[in-house]
């Protein structure tokens, strides 16, 4: 049973999770506790994230989104990433999928 949670992940990832390229960096997960939410600590840690990226040479910072997380929407857009490509699968009334966004270096 585990070898089949492991193929499924692995086949969302690879539906909704953004194309890579040799030279960006990419954020995994993005994550702040919601008592501390509101303090610039999600945009610190962005920040921060681009300044390494940066000095690793990287040509852009790349970042994936649930579509229905408005909040790290939000914040990821006022960082300065914007969406390069939306991935979307709609099953009668299931839907899901991901912004994935950039921020050129």
Known sequence: MDTLKLAMIDIIDSIFLSD???????????AVDENARGQGIGSFIL????????????????LDVDIENEGALRLYERVGFEKFKEKIISLFRWKRGAFNMQYIL
């Not at 890579?20 to 995994?28: K, N, S």
């Not at 920040?47 to 790349?62: D, F, H, N, P, S």
Request: charged content about 45%; glycine content about 8%.
């Open 20 to 30: 890579l390229e040799e030279e960006d960096f990419y954020y995994a997960i993005v």
């Open 47 to 62: 920040k921060e994230g681009l300044k390494l990226a940066r000095e690793k040479g990287c040509r852009r910072a790349v």
